[in-house]
């Protein structure tokens, strides 16, 4: 569906949502290979920042950084 109102609603503009969205699409890729990989070959040990759990937790990062975005709150000022 289209949502024609997602960048303004995300405070964002088109460029930053393009490099925000392609980053993590480029930073997901090494992991989707290794995973098809070690399905097929499963005595491949996966790294921890390429396995399931480091992807887990690098979106859940990405997504804490909009949601602050979003509420308008600096990150710098939260800690």
Request: charged letters at 25%; aromatic letters at 8%.
């Amino acid at each position: 569906m289209l949502d024609w109102h997602h960048l303004k609603d995300n405070r964002t503009t088109y460029r930053a949502h393009l490099c925000f969205a392609a980053g993590v699409a480029l930073r997901l890729i090494p992991t989707v290979v290794l995973l098809l990989l070690h399905a097929v070959f499963p005595m491949l040990k996966m790294p921890k920042a390429l396995s399931l759990s480091g992807a887990s937790d690098y979106l859940f990062d990405k997504d804490y950084e909009i949601r602050q975005r979003i509420l308008g709150i600096d990150p710098a000022q939260e800690k």
